[in-house]
């Protein structure tokens, strides 16, 4: 597995560590080369990790026929189907291995690890910190798909990994899990309005609904004429470097 | 030819346009998505525009065997030997037809254009603008090429596509340009130290040593541990387009 590092120039004991999680097709290098990021980082003394999306090269049969499902579409969830529950564990990885990885081999502050992430990733980080709020501290988004469940990315995803049992689904659905775990933190999604993606897929007000049943501090962000690319990213990372900043106490 | 635009989000009368040129292997794409300029660009009301390095496709033989001559390293001359001579001719499209498309196209400030560029681009921005300072009202480069007569990417570009005499190698070479035409403004260049190209390709001394002589106004950075790369112009384009608005008068 693949992973990108951004270390801090200021000499500190510790770094806090936010880890970013890219959408379908992405590798390490997106966040990294085109969000912007490095300059807050570097501004608050943050340690950024960004890995891959998905194992490469598994040599599974069709891992690369599909844009949305197999190699650069992992969503981070642990497969239970074979062949690919023999390799497709994101989700054990961005919880367990990374972190383990990250912390064994930089000088991180383990109480301050926030996550987020883009789309396929904005799920992926929902997903991590609601089900693992005492190791990711805070958590935002862009255009995250909030409702896998109920959109054919997800659905196609969670079929081919999962089974056809959507019990197990639930695990892995942002909408439902804040339902029934409500995360201690302040949540930031920013979404924009010319994303194409957002009817059929992304869903936000799924999210929006179920944060406001069980009084989830939320704030979604509409963000006008702005589509579902890393020029949106990079727009608004300044807003989500500084929600963990804020949330972790940094 | 190809080129990028970003256009700001204000709705201005007219905008000031800063050029930037690329270096040696890029395209119209690098800047806009790598250098993180677009934020300043929104916020100042700029209209920012990146050209490709060289003409593509043109159907001379050999034209795609270098990465230092031919495609992607048009090194912003117009080419007196055949069969260059026939396509490239970046100097005269840098100066006269990209500013005339971009004027016929857009609303900007025609006594508001600055222009800049990394490395090939830096030698191309410096050129065009001490060669023509009533278009070019501003200046700055990143880690560029100052004395192409001196080293050896200059020296193959400038024999293959001007020929041996090198007379007519001074017109491209901003080091002797800047001893006969000085710039009326304060010309901004950073260079990082851990730049791999610096002691053979870049030389930016032989430059300081020029205006020096010449009582140029030039403020010329030594960024430490930076290298070659668009992290570099990435950490400092804010300080850039601060420079071009602040001699522009935006």
């Known amino acids: 597995m693949s992973f990108a590092v951004y270390q801090p120039p200021q000499v500190q004991k510790s770094y806090p560590v936010?880890?970013?999680?890219?959408?379908?097709?992405?590798?390490?290098?997106?966040f990294i080369v085109k969000a912007n990021a490095l300059k807050y980082a570097a501004e608050y003394g943050l340690i950024l990790v960004a890995p891959d999306t998905s194992p490469r090269n598994a040599g599974i049969p069709g891992e690369n026929d599909n844009w949305d499902f197999g190699t650069g579409?992992?969503?981070?969830?642990?497969?239970?189907?074979?062949?690919?529950?023999?390799y497709y564990n994101m989700y054990s990885y961005i919880v367990e291995e990374l972190p383990n990885l990250i912390a064994a081999n930089f000088s991180i502050d383990i109480n301050k690890q926030g996550i987020f992430g883009h789309s396929m990733g904005g799920h992926g980080?929902?997903?991590?910190a609601i089900r693992n709020p005492n190791k990711f501290k805070s958590v935002s988004a862009f255009a995250p798909i909030v409702a896998p469940m109920q959109c054919t990315w997800g659905t196609k995803a969670f079929t081919g990994y999962l089974g056809e049992d959507n019990q197990n689904w639930r695990?892995?659905?942002a909408s439902e899990l804040v339902r029934k775990h409500k995360y201690h933190g302040?949540?930031?999604?920013?979404?924009?309005?010319?994303?194409?993606?957002?009817?059929?897929?992304?869903?936000?007000e799924i999210f929006e609904q179920a944060c406001q049943?069980?009084?989830?501090?939320?704030?979604?962000?509409?963000?006008?004429?702005?589509?579902?690319?890393?020029?949106?990213?990079?727009?608004?990372?300044?807003?989500?470097?500084?929600?963990?900043v804020k949330e972790l106490g940094v």
Chains 1, 2 share one sequence.
């Open 18 to 30: 936010l880890y970013f999680l890219s959408g379908l097709t992405c590798t390490e290098e997106n």
């Open 73 to 86: 579409a992992g969503f981070y969830v642990d497969a239970t189907l074979a062949p690919w529950s023999n």
């Open 125 to 128: 980080a929902l997903v991590c």
């Open 171 to 173: 695990l892995y659905d």
């Open 186 to 204: 302040h949540i930031l999604i920013d979404q924009g309005t010319d994303d194409k993606f957002i009817q059929e897929q992304l869903k936000p």
């Open 213 to 244: 049943e069980v009084n989830q501090p939320l704030t979604l962000r509409y963000q006008d004429g702005y589509d579902h690319s890393y020029y949106f990213i990079s727009s608004f990372i300044e807003d989500h470097i500084k929600h963990h």
